[in-house]
């Protein structure tokens, strides 16, 4: 679980273009969104969706689902580990 | 004062999957009939999709009659709707000086598919240059308006200034927009595309379809009085998110209530309202807020996007015409699909037309991305004279040049690449770092954002006092957003278009520049972006002082924030109503 958190850290700011942060600073179950944590958006929301797809294998139609799963960089590690395929 | 000069329509035709002539399409549209269909084509998606689509073997012939194979297809488009307008008006060519107003927010962008390139074909200006030189019309009377999805109802107010004022007796005003897998895999990727026929401010509504169309209209001081005018016309922004709409309505109540303050209507006046209803949760939703915010929530609302699907540049164009043509034969359209209100703030909304009411006026309005709204009034019958609005007497108050890895305030330097790395990436995070700046949504943008951001960061870094309404953005560029555009592309073509990164597409729109300027310093009021072959300051900084006078704007941002590959070059000026 701990390499997948730090993976999944290592991606968002890879893909998510969050500049000068490292993997250390992001707390795994702070808010991702809002003006709390990482004041992430819903275009990043959509770039989530595609990381999920593209590296896990695991779809989300609807954004809106997509809502307590991505609360945080733990509540998605969790989900990815009971869902990957 | 003498009094402005009222624009009417004297003429007008829409191209649509329903037809080629308004005519053609008003019927269709009185039989509920829907242009929106399934189509499997690869031309323009991977997957199948509802989509309203121009039949194109209809249009090779009209082409080919018209001896027209060497242009591209939106190309045709716009001459054969321009043909049958001035057909329409009894002419074969424009009148003499007449100005021509292409909005378009894609172009010929299908060029970029072809080559790895960015081929000339691809830039707006070329593709409204190629439209002109056919219809003898000087490259000095033509521009191009790329707002988004307001770049039509833009064009429109734009158009009816220009002739309010003088500055041209007759404008044609011309929207297209077709689609290819560029488009189709950017609004995939937004998850906003429905996969049924989509249901404007309807309960079970889940996204919008795209549609391919191109209208234009004959705009003239010269009509007559039985024919439709634009009395009012206003743009603003909501400075809240570049793709989600605001969330209070806010930015569209302004231009809807700038709109009929010009035009001297009241709420009693109105006849209907076409609102865009793309049918996305959130745009009907902030839709329905505003309507009530202009307390127009016991008119009849309605949206055209169920019988032509979203046609982006062209949708304000052609809806407009609709609503000239409904206000004439006193019909307000319905509502395709609509059967149960989903909006928080009811609506007067129906599924089944209205005939034989007393028409009047209509209130047009349209918002996108890049968190832009725009309002148009018009109107039946005759109008009270408005008093003309002479252009704004201005004062510059300071002058920001980006160019050449060197960032100057005022002609003085202010921050300069070290000799090491001039490349754009490493000396505009410099740049914007020597300017104190800290927003982490910087370094998402698209290159051409960062360029005006850091512009407008400069320009505005001693503090100026302003509410939110009272400062505009009017900017211009040669290559729109090609240099994102490529890159939208290339992600497509290598990886599939299921590949498609929203936050690259968010991108293809060069009017996003004055929206991350609008959300970062707060302003709402007019926001234009322009495309031209040559950026012409003298003309740019005339139509700022004219909306400054128009809007009571205190401050103005204009000029140019032109980036393609590693040619750059911004040079933004703040200028003060005195």
Known sequence: ?85 | MASRTTARIVSDNIISALGFTTAENMAAMHQYKSGIALHKRDDIASTPIQAALIDRDKLATKARERELSNYSLLEQLFILSIADTLAQAGMEHPAAHTALILSTTKGNVDALAHTADVPSEAFLSYTAQRVAAYWGIDAQDTVVVSNACISGVSALVIASRLIGDGSYDNIIVAGGDVLSPFITSGFLSFKSISTQPCRPYDALRDGLNLGEACGSVLLSGNGNESDIAITGGAITNDANHISGPSRTGDGLYYAIRNAMNEAGVSVEDVTFVNAHGTATAYNDEMESKAIHWAQLQEKPVNSMKSYFGHTLGASGVIESIVCAHALQENFIPGTLNYSECGVPCPLVVSDRHIEGATSRVCVKTASGFGGCNAALILQKGSVHPQPTTLPATTECVSVVEIDNATLKVDNNIGYEATDEDKSFATFIRGAYKSLDGKNQKFYKMSDLCKLGYVAAEALLQNCINFAPEEVGIILSNRSASLDTDRKHQDIISSDGESCAAPAVFVYTLPNVVAGEIAIRHKIQGENTFFIQEEYDAAWMENYARKVMAHDNLKYCIVGRCELLKENYHAEFKLIKTI
Request: aromatic letters at 6%.
């Open chain 1, 1 to 85: 679980m701990e390499e997948l958190i730090l993976q999944l850290k290592e991606q968002l700011i890879s893909e998510l273009n969050l500049e000068e942060i490292t993997p250390e600073e992001i707390d795994t179950e702070a808010p991702l969104f809002g003006d709390e944590g990482l004041g992430l958006d819903s275009i990043d929301a959509l770039e989530i969706i595609l990381i999920l797809e593209r590296n896990y294998g695991i779809k989300i139609e609807n954004p809106a689902e997509g809502k307590e799963i991505f609360y945080s960089v733990g509540t998605l590690a969790r989900y990815i580990d009971a869902n990957r395929k």
